[in-house]
């Protein structure tokens, strides 16, 4: 799912070009993707937006009489009526200047789609996650610390803080130098705060490239893999600080990237898959993992 850089610049997007109008149509491609059942969807026809907002990993576009609609997933904009992508078009949003249409390439089925009616049923939905712009030193330290659990995790566990996933949350950790599997019961108040920082400046650094990139048009290029980042989704290539080879660990459908030298003092973090194999075979560096492919060839 699109991460908070990515909604960020969605949300500018889509209001610059639909403020103001009036939803004229819903159109439902595929029928998993509304995930309620009232109001229905043609409360919303002849309606204006008047905001747009992000709500964690959502979008929710405001409209008149207090009626709202929130959305996950990546988006496309194109003509009036313009028609659904095949498979990977799931709903079209038509309006008088053109077509927000919602789209999902994979088969995980996380796009979503939300009617409701006032502030309050908007509200519920949300994880209540730390908003990172809206917190202190201190209080970020003691969100981070209420419960014990991996940094990797708290960071993007949407009840912990808001509009962190996998791709941005390889991406701060490298940038402050600390372990993904390091447990937030051993995290220092200075490596707390030095997280924070990375946290920021790479949330506004991918923010403000993504910003740069929608003013050519409408940003659909909305991906997890960016050739700006420095780990993430680039397993086996340099570190750009170091030099030492990306690593990853895999857990279930996700992917977490790693420098071992900048970020784990040179050890491998065991992947749960390869180590139930190789048990005490496990390589505990990266020249261990590399003598033992050269003896395997």
């Known amino acids: 799912m699109p991460e908070l850089p990515d909604v960020l610049v969605y949300c500018e997007a889509i209001a610059e070009r639909v403020v103001g109008h009036a939803l004229t149509k819903i159109r439902l491609g595929s029928p998993f993707v509304l995930r309620t059942y009232a109001p229905p969807a043609s409360a919303f026809e002849g309606k204006k937006v008047t905001s747009v907002e992000r709500l ?3 979008i929710v576009l405001a409209f008149e009489g207090d009626l709202h609609l929130m ?3 990546r ?3 194109g003509p009036v009526a313009a028609k659904l992508p095949g498979r990977l078009g799931l709903v079209a949003f038509d309006f008088d200047v053109g077509t927000l249409i919602l789209t999902e390439a994979g088969t995980k089925k996380r796009a979503s789609l939300h009617l409701v009616v006032g502030r309050a049923a908007v509200l519920a939905m949300y994880a209540g996650g730390v908003e990172l712009d809206a917190c202190t030193e201190a209080s970020f330290f003691a969100t981070l610390t209420h419960e014990n659990h991996t940094l990797k995790r708290s960071l993007t566990d949407p009840r912990i803080f808001s509009g962190i996933g996998n791709a941005y949350s390889d991406e701060i950790l490298w940038d402050a130098q600390l372990s993904p599997v390091k447990l937030t019961s051993r995290l220092t108040r200075a490596e707390s705060d030095r997280l924070l920082a990375s946290a920021r400046s790479t949330l506004a650094r991918f923010t403000d ?13 909305v991906t997890a893999f960016r050739p700006e980042m420095a780990v993430h989704g680039r397993y086996g290539l340099p570190c750009p600080r170091c030099g030492e080879k990306v690593q990853r660990i895999v857990f279930a459908t996700n992917e977490h990237d790693y420098c071992p030298k900048c970020q784990t003092d040179g050890k491998l973090l065991a992947d749960r898959g390869l180590s139930r194999l190789l048990r005490d075979d496990w390589p505990k560096s990266v020249e261990e993992l590399d003598e033992m492919k050269a003896v395997r060839r």
């Open 71 to 73: 959305i996950a997933g």
């Open 56 to 58: 964690g990993k959502r």
């Open 75 to 77: 988006f496309k904009w």
């Open 209 to 221: 490239l993504l910003r740069a990139a929608a003013k050519k048009g409408f940003p659909e290029k």
